[in-house]
């Protein structure tokens, strides 16, 4: 069984920081690209972040030079870092792993639950 668990998620002033996690099990997770979506209110789900197997990273524009993904092969867990938050950063936040099915060579993503960011003003 795939299980993706965040946490981290919770309530800061504009300008504070905080740290996500996301733990993996029932995947060889060092194998995995992973990557973090939101969802805010009335808006579309977003790419946030993501990092392939090799630890390369891509962020959207939005939060470039604030965000961090990150991986810990040894933990199975994966991280964003989320500095300089800004009100518009408000989303609940998934973890996603990207999971290639070795028989079909088909991708299939699975989703953690979600953790609410919120950035007061």
């Known amino acids: 069984q795939v299980q993706l668990v965040e946490s981290g998620g919770g309530l800061v002033q504009a300008g504070g920081s905080l740290r996500l996690s996301c733990a993996v099990s029932g995947i060889i997770f060092s194998f995995n690209d992973m990557a973090w979506h939101r969802q805010a209110p009335g808006k579309q789900r977003e790419l946030v972040a993501d990092i392939t197997s090799g630890s390369r990273t891509s962020y959207a524009d939005s939060v470039k030079g604030r965000f961090t993904i990150s991986r810990d092969n040894a933990k199975n867990t994966l991280y964003l870092q989320m500095n300089s938050l800004k009100p518009e950063d408000t989303a609940v936040y998934y973890c996603?792993?990207?999971?290639?099915?070795?028989?079909?060579?088909?991708?299939?993503?699975?989703w953690g639950q979600g953790t609410q960011v919120t950035v007061s003003s």
């Open positions: 996603i792993a990207k999971v290639r099915n070795g028989a079909t060579m088909q991708r299939r993503d699975y």
